[in-house]
Nanobody, 115 residues
Framework: QVQLVESGGGLVQPGGSLRLSCTAS????????MGWYRQAPGKQRDLVAR???????DYGDSVKGRFTISRDNDKNTVYLQMNSLKPEDTAVYFC?????????WGQGTQVTVSS
């Protein structure tokens, strides 16, 4: 059974930083494309960043230059370092494993950027 557990969300002031973690069980994060997505109230779930098994990365336009996705294979964890946070980054952030035939999602972690 694959499980993804996100952590690291919280309340931060504009301009601040947070690091989100997504720890997997039942699979290895090194085997598949792993992604971070976010969903604000009343909006669709959008791609934030993803990292392939070959360590290629890509980012949503709104976070390029501010967010960095990385992976620690020994800890079986994917990270999202978020810098220069803006109020419009407020959302629930979800981790996803692009496993063939069936992607898996974590339960999400809330990020709120507010003064």
């Amino acid at each position: 059974q694959v499980q993804l557990v996100e952590s690291g969300g919280g309340l931060v002031q504009p301009g601040g930083s947070l690091r989100l973690s997504c720890t997997a069980s039942g699979t290895r994060v090194s085997l598949y494309t792993m992604g971070w997505y976010r969903q604000a109230p009343g909006k669709q779930r959008d791609l934030v960043a993803r990292i392939t098994s070959g360590s290629s990365t890509d980012y949503g336009d709104s976070v390029k230059g501010r967010f960095t996705i990385s992976r620690d294979n020994d800890k079986n964890t994917v990270y999202l370092q978020m810098n220069s946070l803006k109020p419009e980054d407020t959302a629930v952030y979800f981790c996803r494993a692009d496993i063939p035939m069936r992607p898996y999602w974590g339960q999400g972690t809330q990020v709120t950027v507010s003064s």
